[in-house]
């Protein structure tokens, strides 16, 4: 099983807020996940996400892929100290 670490969209139409998950690869992407480890608002100004870098460090140590988007926000996290 290929483990990866992606958004999952919750949110109603043109409101979208996404929870970010460690995830089979194979399902679908709002389908079943293995963990919640944050989330993200893009439409709030300012820092408008919250990640759990503990356990996202856990899963890429156990061979997680990480999607762009969430590198990205992961990068920002580091970086601020969150």
Not at 7 to 36: K, M, Q, W
Not at 60 to 77: F, I, M
Request: hydrophobic fraction near 35%.
């Amino acid at each position: 099983m290929a483990v990866k670490i992606r958004l999952r969209r919750t949110g109603a139409c043109n409101e979208p807020h996404y929870r970010i998950v460690a995830t089979d690869g194979r399902s679908p992407r709002d389908g079943r996940f293995l963990e919640v480890l944050g989330w993200y608002d893009p439409n709030v100004e300012g820092t408008n996400y919250k990640l759990k870098l503990d356990r996202l460090s856990h899963w890429v140590s156990n061979g997680a892929q990480v999607s762009d988007t969430v590198r990205s926000l992961e990068k920002k996290a580091r970086k601020a100290g969150v």
